[in-house]
C-alpha cells in the first residue's frame, strides 16, 4: 500500500433523486437601465441626478427607492461603463454607495432553481442573483479537485480536459493509475472490497457511489437557463475536473499533485494542464494539521495566480486539526444552515485564526435543507444524469470558489486579494445566529463583493529623509486610511533631483516603516517617496524633501602657528578635500575649563585672537558638514613674550643639602625652562620645577630662581634661607 489514506470528502450524503419542486425565482437579470445612488446626509435627490449625470452623460429622469436612495436612469450604458462609472461616482463627496440597476426577468429556468435557496435565502445565501448581472464566471476556470465527473448534461457545456492523479490503481477504481481521463467511474464500496483489499480498504464504510465531485462542479459552474436541473453561482465559469479521490476517499500526495497539476505546475507522467486554474476548488479533508508538503503545493498554486479555496471540514471541532482547510492563505469554507447558524457539524476557527468566510451547506432537518446538485442515478457505475441534496462544508466550499470566479471576472486582482475582498463583504450572522467566538468574518455575500469597490491605502504620514555616508535613511508613519483590510507593505523609490525614478527591492515585502538607501553617491541630492501597499494595490506616493547623502569629513591638520600680535595667533590648517561645510575651533586656557566651539568659514587660515599673553593655551580645530564634525587637530600656542617670574618659591635644607622648589609663572611661553643658582654662585638649567643643591655651605644663604623661554629671560626671583 501506498500509504495510509486519510483523506474523505466534506459531504454527508442525502438521497439519490429526490423530488424537488419547480417554480421559477425572479431575480435581477438583463441589461442595465441606470444606476441606484445612496446618497450621504445633506445631498439631494436633483444633486445625486446631476451627479450621475456629469459622469456618464445624457440621465433621462430619476425615482426615489428608499429614503436617500435614488435610482437614475442612464439609457445605452452597457456593464462595463456602468462599472467605470461606480469607481468614479463613488470617489465623489455626496455619495455614500453606487449600485446598478437593471431589468426585472425570470432568474433562470432551470427547474430547481427555486429550491437553491443558498443562492437566494435572505439569511444564508450567498446572493448571487444580484450579482449575475455584474459577472457569470466567463472566461474563469475552476478545478474541482474531487472524485472527478460523470457526463452530465447539466455540466457538459463547461467542462474543460481534465487528469485523473489518484496513484493506487485498486482506489481510481478504472483499472490504470494517473491518466488524462478524470471520469469517476464511481466510488462505491462493497464488503468484497474490504475482504479481498483489505490493506487499502479496512475500516471504509460500504457505501453506493457518491459522485461527489460531479455534485460539487454544478454547485460551482452548473449551466444556466438551459432548462435543466439547476444554475451553479458562476454559471458561465469553466470545469477543470482532477481526480484525487476514489473508493474510501484518498491520500493528501495525490491531493498536492492535483493542486500542482490543475494550477499549471509539473506532475511527472503527466502532460501540463493547458488550461490552468484560476480558482481551486477543495471540498475534501484530513484530520490531520497541514502537512509541510500540502502547503507547499498550495503557497506554488498561489504563487501561479489560482486562488485556493477548501472545505473546513465536517468534525464539528477546528480547522487546526484539518488539511488542507487548516492550511495558510487559503479560503477556509465553514458550512452554515438556511437559517444562518453554525452547521452542527462544521468546523470552525480557532483563537486569533478565524475562518475566513462561512456559506451555506445545508443540514438534514428536511430534505430541501441540503443543497441540490448534479450528480449520478446509478448505485455503482453512472447510469444516468440526477438530481440530489447533499450537505456539508463540501457544498459550501463550491459555493466560495464560484464567487471568486464571479469576482475575478469583474475586478480581476490577485488570490490574496480575492480573499481579503470576499471576507471584507461578508454580512454579519443574524441575529440569533450561534456563530459566535472563532466562526470568522461573516456569510459570503458575493453581490456585495461585486458591488462594493476595494480600497487601496491612502497616503503614508510623516515621511523622513536624513543624509548619512553614501546612504539615505527614511522613515515614515502608517497611512491614516489603511484602505480595505491591512497595510501588507510599501513601494520606496528614489532618484537624484530631477531624474528617473529607482525601485528599492523589497524581498519580504515588510511593513516595516523605515528604509536605508545605500550606495548612494556623497554630495549628490536626492529625493525620495513612499507608498503604502495593500493586496488590491498600491496607494499614492508621499515624497521627501531633498537630501544629500554626506560623510562625516575627514580629519584637519595644523601645519604651522605664528604670532602675529602678543595677544593673537595664526594657524595654517591642512583640511578634508570635501565634504566640508565651515571651520569649527575653540580655545582653552591652560588650567580652566574647554572653551565654546565657535564656527568660521573654510578656509586653510586661522587667526585666533584674545590670548592672554604668554600664557599656554589650547587650541582645536576641526571641520563640520550637514552630518557632524569631523576629527578635531589639537595644538598648544602662547604668544612669544618674557616669561613671569615663578611663583611659590621653597627652600627645604638639611644639612648641605638644600631641596629648591617653586610653581611655574603664569606666562610659560612655550617652551619655559629654569635656571637656579645659590648666592653669586654659577647656574644651574633645569626644565623641572624642582632641584636639589649640594654642598651648600652652612649659614644664610640666598637662593635665586629664573625662568626662561624661547622669548628670553624673566626676572629673578629668589629667597634667603638660614639653616
Given at each position: 500500500m501506498r500509504g495510509t489514506r486519510l483523506l474523505t470528502a466534506a459531504v454527508v450524503l442525502g438521497t439519490a433523486g429526490a423530488v424537488l419542486s419547480m417554480p421559477p425565482a425572479?431575480?435581477?437579470?438583463?441589461?442595465?437601465?441606470?444606476?441606484?445612488?445612496?446618497?450621504?446626509?445633506?445631498?439631494?435627490?436633483?444633486e445625486a441626478e446631476s451627479l450621475v449625470g456629469d459622469v456618464v452623460g445624457d440621465v433621462e429622469g430619476r425615482t426615489p427607492v428608499a429614503p436617500g436612495v435614488t435610482a437614475v436612469e442612464t439609457p445605452g450604458l452597457t456593464v462595463t461603463?456602468?462599472?467605470?462609472?461606480?469607481?468614479?461616482?463613488?470617489?465623489?463627496?455626496?455619495?455614500?454607495?453606487?449600485?446598478?440597476?437593471?431589468?426585472?426577468?425570470?432568474?433562470?429556468?432551470?427547474?430547481?432553481f427555486a429550491d437553491q435557496w443558498s443562492l437566494t435565502h435572505p439569511l444564508s445565501g450567498a446572493q448571487a442573483e444580484s450579482a449575475w448581472t455584474t459577472a457569470?464566471?466567463?472566461?474563469?476556470?475552476?478545478?474541482?479537485?474531487?472524485?472527478?465527473?460523470?457526463a452530465h448534461e447539466d455540466l457538459a457545456p463547461n467542462l474543460l480536459p481534465g487528469a485523473d492523479l489518484?496513484?493506487?490503481?485498486?482506489?481510481?477504481?478504472?483499472?490504470?493509475?494517473?491518466?488524462?481521463?478524470?471520469?469517476?467511474?464511481?466510488?462505491?464500496?462493497?464488503?468484497?472490497?474490504?475482504?479481498?483489499?483489505?490493506?487499502?480498504?479496512?475500516?471504509?464504510?460500504?457505501?453506493?457511489s457518491s459522485w461527489h465531485g460531479t455534485h460539487v462542479a454544478g454547485l460551482a459552474a452548473a449551466v444556466r437557463d438551459n432548462a435543466k436541473g439547476i444554475a451553479g453561482i458562476a454559471p458561465d465559469a469553466k470545469i477543470l475536473p482532477v481526480r484525487a479521490l476514489g473508493k474510501c476517499g484518498g491520500t493528501m500526495s495525490d491531493v498536492a499533485a492535483a493542486i500542482t497539476w490543475a494550477s499549471g505546475g509539473e506532475v511527472p507522467g503527466l502532460p501540463v494542464n493547458q488550461n490552468p486554474a484560476d480558482v481551486i476548488n477543495l471540498s475534501l479533508s484530513s484530520s490531520v494539521t497541514c502537512q509541510p508538503f500540502v502547503q507547499a503545493a498550495i503557497d506554488e498554486a498561489i504563487g501561479r495566480g489560482a486562488t485556493v479555496v477548501a472545505a473546513a471540514g465536517n468534525r464539528f471541532g477546528t480547522i487546526e486539526n484539518a488539511s488542507p482547510g487548516g492550511c495558510y492563505d487559503i479560503i477556509a469554507v465553514g458550512a452554515l444552515s438556511r437559517s444562518g447558524s453554525r452547521a452542527n457539524y462544521s468546523n470552525q476557527g480557532v483563537a486569533g485564526r478565524d475562518l475566513p468566510i462561512f456559506a451555506a451547506g445545508g443540514t438534514a432537518l428536511t430534505e430541501t435543507d441540503g443543497l441540490v446538485s448534479t450528480v449520478d442515478s446509478g448505485a455503482k457505475v453512472p447510469a444516468g444524469d440526477s438530481y440530489t441534496p447533499y450537505?456539508?462544508?463540501?457544498?459550501?466550499?463550491?459555493?466560495?470558489?464560484?464567487?471568486?470566479?464571479?469576482?475575478?471576472?469583474?475586478?480581476?486582482?490577485?488570490?490574496?486579494?480575492?480573499?481579503?475582498?470576499?471576507?471584507?463583504?461578508?454580512?454579519?450572522?443574524?441575529?440569533?445566529?450561534?456563530?459566535?467566538?472563532?466562526?470568522?468574518?461573516?456569510?459570503?455575500?458575493?453581490s456585495r463583493a461585486l458591488t462594493i469597490a476595494p480600497r487601496v491605502p491612502g497616503p503614508v504620514g510623516g515621511l523622513t529623509a536624513t543624509g548619512a555616508d553614501g546612504a539615505v535613511s527614511l522613515s515614515w508613519d502608517e497611512p491614516g486610511d489603511p484602505g480595505t483590510g491591512a497595510v501588507t507593505g510599501y513601494a520606496v523609490e528614489y532618484r537624484q533631483a530631477g531624474g528617473q525614478w529607482v525601485g528599492s527591492p523589497d524581498p519580504w515585502n515588510s511593513t516595516l516603516r523605515q528604509k536605508l538607501l545605500q550606495d548612494l553617491a556623497n554630495g549628490v541630492t536626492y529625493e525620495a517617496r513612499v507608498a503604502a501597499k495593500n493586496v488590491f494595490g498600491q496607494g499614492p506616493w508621499?515624497?521627501?524633501?531633498?537630501?544629500?547623502?554626506?560623510?562625516?569629513?575627514?580629519?584637519?591638520?595644523?601645519?604651522?602657528?605664528t604670532y602675529p600680535s602678543k595677544t593673537s595667533a595664526r594657524l595654517e590648517l591642512r583640511l578634508p578635500a570635501e565634504n566640508i561645510s565651515g571651520v569649527q575651533f575653540r580655545v582653552t586656557r591652560l588650567g580652566r575649563q574647554p572653551?565654546?566651539?565657535?564656527?568660521?568659514?573654510?578656509?586653510?587660515?586661522?587667526?585666533?585672537?584674545?590670548?592672554?599673553?604668554?600664557?599656554?593655551?589650547?587650541?582645536?580645530?576641526?571641520?563640520?558638514?550637514?552630518?557632524g564634525a569631523g576629527t578635531a587637530a589639537s595644538r598648544q600656542v602662547a604668544t612669544p613674550v618674557k616669561p613671569g617670574a615663578v611663583k611659590a618659591l621653597r627652600v627645604k635644607r638639611s644639612g648641605a643639602k638644600a631641596t629648591v622648589s617653586w610653581q611655574p609663572p603664569t606666562r610659560t611661553g612655550m617652551d619655559v625652562r629654569y635656571r637656579v643658582r645659590v648666592g653669586k654662585g654659577d647656574w644651574r638649567a633645569t626644565t623641572a620645577e624642582k632641584m636639589v643643591l649640594r654642598k651648600v655651605a652652612a649659614g644664610p644663604a640666598r637662593f635665586e630662581v629664573r625662568s626662561r623661554n624661547e622669548a628670553g629671560l624673566g626676572p629673578v626671583a629668589y629667597i634667603v634661607k638660614r639653616k
Open positions: 425572479v431575480a435581477a437579470d438583463g441589461p442595465v437601465v441606470g444606476l441606484v445612488i445612496t446618497r450621504e446626509s445633506g445631498t439631494t435627490a436633483r461603463e456602468a462599472q467605470q462609472a461606480i469607481k468614479e461616482l463613488q470617489r465623489l463627496d455626496g455619495i455614500a454607495e453606487v449600485g446598478v440597476d437593471t431589468k426585472v426577468t425570470a432568474a433562470s429556468n432551470d427547474p430547481y457569470t464566471g466567463a472566461g474563469q476556470v475552476i478545478a474541482v479537485i474531487d472524485t472527478g465527473i460523470t489518484i496513484a493506487n490503481t485498486l482506489v481510481a477504481n478504472d483499472g490504470d493509475a494517473r491518466d488524462s481521463d478524470p471520469s469517476d467511474p464511481g466510488d462505491w464500496v462493497e464488503s468484497a472490497d474490504i475482504t479481498a483489499h483489505p490493506d487499502e480498504f479496512e475500516g471504509c464504510p460500504t457505501l453506493a450537505y456539508g462544508t463540501s457544498m459550501a466550499t463550491p459555493l466560495v470558489a464560484g464567487a471568486a470566479a464571479l469576482l475575478q471576472q469583474a475586478r480581476p486582482m490577485s488570490p490574496a486579494a480575492v480573499a481579503e475582498h470576499l471576507r471584507d463583504t461578508t454580512r454579519p450572522f443574524p441575529v440569533g445566529s450561534n456563530c459566535t467566538g472563532s466562526c470568522g468574518a461573516g456569510i459570503l455575500d458575493v508621499t515624497v521627501s524633501a531633498p537630501v544629500t547623502p554626506l560623510a562625516l569629513p575627514g580629519a584637519t591638520q595644523i601645519r604651522t602657528v572653551g565654546q566651539w565657535q564656527e568660521t568659514s573654510a578656509g586653510t587660515r586661522l587667526r585666533v585672537s584674545g590670548l592672554a599673553r604668554g600664557v599656554r593655551h589650547t587650541v582645536e580645530v576641526r571641520v563640520f558638514n550637514e552630518r
